[in-house]
């Protein structure tokens, strides 16, 4: 049996529209100016309060807090509705686990808190589709994949002969070498070619379906 870990933001959904509205509103509301679509860019995949102590150039926990609670109340309220499935991601995971199909058990691994990356996958309609969903929890815990990812690993229930990690930054091809999984870098969502490249994944794909013919091997 194989776990397949999915990155949920730029890898089975693109919430980029919800989440920079939401990051605007709440930069807006700390009298910060206006940000680039350039350096928003850089926020979509690392934890929510890494991307605001870059943005606020602090190491302040009580702003980065104050700016993390003025993102969820936008984010919560209007900003978690504007997101797509990418294509091909459905037809990829009912492939997956149809009757009769590869042994491979599939999970979610997210730097989303917990509770909304259930609301989200459940929203889209995905969330039959996977046995867990891995998420952080307040204050930051669980925000960083690599040690997140190796406690469910040492978790005795976790019974897999082999780890997959699937998705479209560096942090998860990074999650993949720190627990010995095999990583696969998306080209669909937030991370440019030069940092999936320089992450030196096991591999790359362009399209949800490319994945299928590398569980063969």
């Known amino acids: 049996m194989s776990t397949l870990f999915f990155d949920l933001d730029g890898t089975l959904l693109d919430t980029q529209a919800g989440i920079a509205e939401s990051i605007r509103v709440a930069l807006s509301e700390l009298g910060q100016p206006e940000v680039s679509d350039q350096q928003l860019q850089q926020c979509f995949g690392p934890p929510l309060r ?3 102590a870059w943005m606020l150039n602090t190491q302040d ?3 980065i807090a104050e700016a993390v609670g003025l993102f969820r109340a936008h984010y919560l309220e209007k900003g978690i509705f ?5 294509t091909g991601v459905r037809e990829l995971l009912q492939e997956l686990t149809q009757q009769g199909g590869r042994a491979v058990s599939l999970s979610v691994l997210t730097a989303k808190p917990q509770l ?3 609301w989200l996958l459940e929203h889209a309609g ?3 589709y996977f046995s867990a969903v891995h998420g952080s929890e307040d204050q930051g815990v669980k925000s960083d994949k690599s040690t997140h990812l190796a406690s469910i690993l040492a978790d005795e229930s976790h019974q897999s002969t082999s780890n997959w ?8 091809i990074h999650a993949a ?3 010995n999984s095999r990583s696969v870098a998306v080209h669909w969502g937030y991370g440019d070619h030069q940092e999936l490249v320089g ?3 096991d591999f790359h794909i362009a399209s949800p379906q490319d994945l299928l013919p590398l569980l063969d091997l």
């Open 177 to 179: 070498k720190a627990t």
């Open 199 to 201: 992450a030196d994944s």
């Open 82 to 86: 504007n997101y797509r499935i990418y």
């Open 61 to 63: 926990q009580a702003r």
């Open 50 to 52: 890494v991307s605001f």
């Open 116 to 118: 909304q990356a259930e």
């Open 165 to 172: 990690v699937i998705g479209d930054r560096a942090s998860d």
């Open 126 to 128: 995905l969330a039959g």
